[in-house]
């Protein structure tokens, strides 16, 4: 049985996306996430111009006077999202954690795609892949995976990009539109991206906290890593000691951007004090120029 809490969020954000993918994703959903290619639709008679190599000689032949294929886009698409719930993503300095904007992400992506008629899959993962939901159509389906997402109680804390990416190339057999939903914080996963990414549509969407750029001052505090339980204390109150986080993290950012545009791996960022529509739309204007 469902918490009545968790229909109650499951309701909230049915209305937010509703509004957001109505309003924003929808067209730019459709525009920028293109079908598998051109499928076969009905035959015509040719007209002055039309490209002869789309002549249907057995149809030509049987009417004696010449027809041309007719074909339309395939559509139907199957999306993923990779939604890692791993310990980190239960940090947020302000009102939102990471994992609360992931969630939100997310269902937007999952709306915007079933009004588009595409199928919806969801892989949540820590140090393991925790939970599959295979990909299928439809608002049941979706309000489904949003439960999912609110529901679920990791079983790990870690975090392994490498066996979520490997795990989806086992299950998705087609050329699939991928959404990665992590802050990224791992390591020994780029040989598998890169694979996935060979194959599918891979998007990465990082997500992270203001106060991982930015540390405040707080005094001497006792630290613990969420995904290691390893505790170390830091003297935040010294500036070089907060230069030197700062630096480790910006870096880390830096090093994640030029290893994903060296294999054309799109990414975007987006902190938790920031309403995530704004890169979204402007990662799809871009896209959709792009292509």
């Known amino acids: 049985m469902i918490p009545r809490e968790i229909l109650k969020k499951v309701k909230r954000i049915e209305i937010r996306t509703r509004g957001l993918v109505n309003d924003l994703f929808g067209g730019e959903y459709h525009s920028v996430f293109k079908g598998r290619g051109m499928t076969f639709s009905d035959v015509r008679e040719y007209q002055p111009g039309d490209d002869i190599r789309l ?12 027809f041309v294929k007719i074909f339309e886009e395939e559509r139907e698409l199957t999306v993923f999202l990779i939604v890692d719930i791993s310990a980190s993503g239960r940090f947020g300095s302000g009102q939102d954690l990471k994992k609360d ?11 915007s795609a079933i009004k588009n008629n595409d199928k919806v899959g969801l892989i949540l993962f820590s140090d393991e892949v925790e939970k599959y939901v295979v990909p299928k159509k439809g608002k049941s389906h979706v309000l489904r995976v949003v439960r999912e997402l609110l529901y679920v109680k990791p079983k790990r804390k870690g975090t392994s990009l490498k066996n979520a990416l490997d795990f989806l190339l086992k299950v998705a057999k087609r050329r699939s539109v991928v959404f990665i939903i992590s802050d990224f914080l791992d390591n020994n996963y780029w040989v598998s991206l890169r694979v996935a990414n060979r194959k599918h549509d891979l998007i990465g969407i990082r997500l992270y906290d203001p106060a991982e750029l930015d540390i405040p001052d707080f005094g001497l505090a006792k630290i613990e890593d969420p995904e290691t339980g390893s505790m170390f204390w830091v003297d935040t109150s010294s500036f070089a000691a907060r230069q030197e986080l700062q630096k480790k993290t910006v870096e880390q950012m830096d090093e994640l951007s030029k290893k994903a545009a060296s294999i054309g791996f799109d990414m975007i960022s987006i902190a938790t004090d920031q309403d995530f529509v704004e890169p979204l739309m402007a990662f799809f204007k871009l896209r959709e120029k792009r292509y």
């Open 55 to 66: 002549i249907d000689w057995n149809v030509t032949a049987r009417t004696n006077n010449p």
């Open 101 to 111: 904007i992931g969630t939100e992400i997310a269902a937007v992506l999952g709306f």
